[in-house]
């Protein structure tokens, strides 16, 4: 491995030892200089900065570090862009929340010190609490801007910092570069303000978790199904993190009476000791859950992440439990969220969904058999809300969600929510339950009416600055040489999110995609077959999103036909060299 100091690294490094920041920072970056030169690499060879779901990074010293100079410079930055935008404001106002992570509750004090240090209004959250009820706390208090301390599902030793607008959504262009911008002003540690203002620190709690939960019980669709399947049993948990109170809760307030948990994962901690990872799409994270399903007869079991915010599910296929994909969950869920608005003649005409680009195309079909509206829009929740933020008063969004096992319903929330989610996953499971049927079985008829959609997904890590430089590499490769053919298929169509050209390379016509530029590769070939390249926003790999498309003729056939997509999706990795 390479430990040869840069001098831009050094540089920086010593501008820290010269600067004013405390001893103990000191010591440490005198530590990584005298013994551990790769350490020091890596924690400053960059700055943090927003990505996809805003700051993220590994705990400790450094300019590429979660720490308190990183957390307040951010803070500073956007308070100063805040003021420049909302100069006619005779209170600016944030709000802000955190999850069960190490160090969260310290990070969100400082966060609330450097605001109200800067004459804005804070309204702190006094425990942790979900992130989707920040984005309603912001609405709900009227705020201009707000911030999470969460790293989502990453592993322990990372934090983040979710930065938000007054709509309630996640920063997007250009607001997410500019504020960067007013962060990397900052030239000392001096300018950024610490010394808070407790008169402008308000702290709050259960009286916002009432008005949120009151909200998402309206979202019910069918109470009178929950009355008769009230002893549908589910297991549920938070697997250590903030969803440990709320989606009990509203889960028992639909009307759900066999709720259980799991003792051991219901304690929040953030060094997870229960699991290896605290993220619902990997299957080792349920573990537990699945055992105490199996060991009370459950019929359904959800997994939140650390911050609240995306869901897992597992549901039964005979003794045994299956877990379903984001893109299954996310389609069942608006399957029967839609087939009830229009059982409801709740449907106008001026309804709609949202998906991302490489969520599956499944859900496009489901809205088209019901003549609702739908939108792509590129990964990243903040998308969403966008959308919802610029059809606001005009039309009305129903639902929508991301195949990275993050759902919402209703629009009074501007990112994706698993208190909601769990609630309406539920709701979908009794349904379904009601009409003899389980989950894994309304998804199968569900592939006999709109075609077996098989979706896969695969992340190559590669960490540190050598593996982000391999990453952007490889994308490089991509675009210089793409594949021909994919799975037996003639490749039709490549869209280049970054150029914003989509090829149509039948005929050689180029045309514009209507979307922010990203560095997102999409390969689509003859058969249907989508192939979606990009690498993550918040963590150090590239994701290879694979969605194929058969046909079900009947749901006997579903053993046959699934092995067939999986083979054929194993050849096509394969031919990617992965």
Same mark, same amino acid.
């Given at each position: 491995?390479?430990?040869?100091?840069?001098?831009?690294?050094?540089?920086?490094?010593?501008?820290?030892?010269?600067?004013?920041?405390?001893?103990?920072?000191?010591?440490?970056?005198?530590?990584?200089?005298?013994?551990?030169?790769?350490?020091?690499?890596?924690?400053?060879?960059?700055?943090?900065?927003?990505?996809?779901?805003?700051?993220?990074?590994?705990?400790?010293?450094?300019?590429?570090?979660?720490?308190?100079?990183?957390?307040?410079?951010?803070?500073?930055?956007?308070?100063?862009?805040?003021?420049?935008?909302?100069?006619?404001?005779?209170?600016?106002?944030?709000?802000? =929340?955190?999850?069960?992570?190490?160090?969260?509750?310290?990070? !969100?004090?400082?966060?609330?010190?450097?605001?109200?240090?800067?004459?804005?209004?804070?309204?702190?959250?006094?425990?942790?609490?979900?992130?989707?009820?920040?984005?309603?706390?912001?609405?709900?208090?009227?705020?201009?801007?707000?911030?999470?301390?969460?790293?989502?599902?990453?592993?322990?030793?990372?934090?983040?910092?979710?930065?938000?607008?007054?709509?309630?959504?996640?920063?997007?262009?250009?607001?997410?570069?500019?504020?960067?911008?007013?962060?990397?002003?900052?030239?000392?540690?001096? !300018?950024?303000?610490?010394?808070?203002?407790?008169?402008?620190?308000?702290?709050?709690?259960?009286?916002?978790?009432?008005?949120? $939960?009151?909200?998402?019980?309206?979202?019910?669709?069918?109470?009178?199904?929950?009355?008769?399947?009230?002893?549908?049993?589910?297991?549920?948990?938070?697997?250590?993190?903030?969803?440990?109170?709320?989606?009990?809760?509203? $889960?028992?307030?639909?009307?759900?009476?066999?709720?259980?948990?799991?003792?051991?994962?219901?304690?929040?901690?953030?060094?997870?000791?229960?699991?290896?990872?605290?993220?619902?799409?990997?299957?080792?994270?349920?573990?537990?859950?699945?055992?105490?399903?199996?060991?009370?007869?459950?019929?359904?079991?959800?997994?939140?992440?650390?911050?609240?915010?995306?869901?897992?599910?597992?549901?039964?296929?005979?003794?045994?439990?299956?877990?379903?994909?984001?893109?299954?969950?996310?389609?069942?869920?608006?399957?029967?969220? $839609?087939?009830?608005?229009?059982?409801?003649?709740?449907?106008?005409?001026?309804?709609?969904?949202?998906?991302?680009?490489?969520?599956?195309?499944?859900?496009?079909?489901?809205?088209?058999?019901?003549?609702?509206?739908?939108?792509?829009?590129?990964?990243?929740?903040?998308?969403?809300?966008?959308?919802?933020?610029?059809?606001?008063?005009?039309?009305?969004?129903?639902?929508?969600?991301?195949?990275?096992?993050?759902?919402?319903?209703?629009?009074?929330?501007?990112?994706?929510? =698993?208190?909601?989610?769990? =609630?309406?996953?539920?709701?979908?499971?009794?349904?379904?339950?009601?009409?003899?049927?389980?989950?894994?079985?309304?998804?199968?008829?569900?592939?006999?009416?709109?075609?077996?959609?098989?979706?896969?997904?695969?992340?190559?890590?590669?960490?540190?600055?050598?593996?982000?430089?391999?990453?952007?590499?490889?994308?490089?490769?991509?675009?210089?040489?793409?594949?021909?053919?994919?799975?037996?298929?003639?490749?039709?169509?490549?869209?280049?999110?970054?150029?914003?050209?989509?090829?149509?390379?039948?005929?050689?016509?180029?045309?514009?995609?209507?979307?922010?530029?990203?560095?997102?590769?999409?390969?689509?070939?003859?058969?249907?077959?989508?192939?979606?390249?990009?690498?993550?926003?918040?963590?150090?790999?590239?994701?290879?999103?694979?969605?194929?498309?058969?046909?079900? !003729?009947?749901?006997?056939?579903?053993?046959?036909?699934?092995?067939?997509?999986?083979?054929?999706?194993?050849?096509?990795?394969?031919?990617?060299?992965?």
């Amino acid at each position: 491995m390479n430990t040869t100091i840069e001098p831009e690294i050094l540089e920086k490094a010593k501008f820290w030892l010269d600067g004013n920041y405390d001893e103990d920072t000191k010591k440490s970056i005198r530590q990584m200089m005298d013994n551990d030169p790769q350490e020091l690499i890596e924690s400053f060879y960059r700055d943090l900065e927003f990505g996809t779901g805003g700051l993220r990074g590994i705990m400790g010293v450094g300019s590429n570090r979660m720490n308190k100079y990183t957390v307040g410079a951010a803070t500073q930055g956007f308070s100063n862009y805040l003021k420049a935008n909302f100069p006619d404001v005779d209170q600016i106002q944030v709000a802000i =929340a955190y999850d069960s992570r190490n160090n969260s509750p310290y990070f !969100a004090q400082i966060t609330a010190d450097v605001f109200s240090a800067n004459g804005i209004k804070v309204y702190l959250f006094e425990g942790l609490r979900p992130t989707p009820e920040l984005s309603f706390a912001i609405r709900h208090f009227g705020c201009q801007g707000g911030i999470v301390i969460t790293a989502s599902h990453n592993p322990k030793e990372y934090n983040g910092y979710k930065a938000y607008w007054d709509d309630g959504g996640q920063l997007i262009s250009p607001h997410d570069k500019l504020v960067i911008e007013e962060v990397n002003k900052i030239e000392s540690v001096d !300018a950024i303000r610490f010394d808070g203002n407790t008169d402008l620190i308000e702290s709050i709690g259960e009286e916002i978790d009432r008005i949120y $939960l009151d909200r998402i019980k309206e979202l019910s669709l069918s109470p009178e199904v929950i009355k008769r399947q009230k002893g549908f049993k589910i297991v549920f948990t938070p697997i250590h993190g903030t969803g440990v109170d709320l989606v009990p809760q509203i $889960l028992k307030e639909f009307g759900f009476e066999a709720v259980y948990g799991v003792d051991e994962q219901d304690v929040s901690d953030g060094n997870f000791p229960t699991v290896i990872s605290p993220n619902p799409e990997e299957p080792a994270a349920l573990e537990m859950a699945i055992q105490k399903a199996k060991s009370i007869q459950a019929d359904l079991v959800m997994a939140t992440d650390p911050d609240a915010d995306r869901v897992g599910i597992a549901v039964r296929n005979g003794d045994d439990f299956i877990l379903l994909n984001g893109n299954q969950a996310a389609s069942l869920m608006i399957y029967y969220i $839609l087939t009830k608005w229009k059982e409801n003649k709740k449907l106008t005409g001026q309804e709609y969904i949202v998906k991302t680009i490489v969520t599956s195309e499944l859900l496009v079909d489901i809205a088209k058999k019901n003549n609702v509206e739908y939108f792509d829009v590129l990964t990243g929740f903040k998308y969403i809300a966008d959308i919802i933020k610029n059809l606001e008063g005009k039309k009305t969004f129903i639902g929508g969600g991301e195949e990275s096992y993050g759902y919402l319903v209703g629009d009074f929330v501007r990112d994706k929510d =698993a208190v909601i989610s769990c =609630a309406m996953i539920a709701e979908t499971a009794a349904w379904a339950h009601d009409k003899g049927l389980g989950m894994l079985e309304l998804l199968k008829q569900i592939y006999v009416e709109f075609g077996f959609y098989k979706e896969k997904l695969i992340s190559v890590v590669r960490k540190g600055k050598s593996g982000a430089e391999e990453i952007q590499q490889m994308m490089t490769d991509f675009r210089a040489n793409p594949p021909q053919s994919l799975g037996g298929s003639d490749m039709m169509q490549i869209k280049d999110y970054q150029s914003s050209i989509c090829t149509d390379l039948k005929t050689g016509q180029q045309t514009t995609i209507d979307l922010p530029k990203s560095n997102v590769l999409q390969f689509f070939t003859v058969d249907g077959s989508k192939i979606s390249v990009r690498p993550s926003g918040t963590e150090p790999k590239i994701k290879f999103y694979f969605g194929l498309k058969g046909h079900l !003729a009947q749901v006997e056939d579903y053993d046959h036909v699934n092995e067939e997509l999986d083979q054929k999706i194993n050849n096509i990795v394969k031919e990617l060299g992965l």
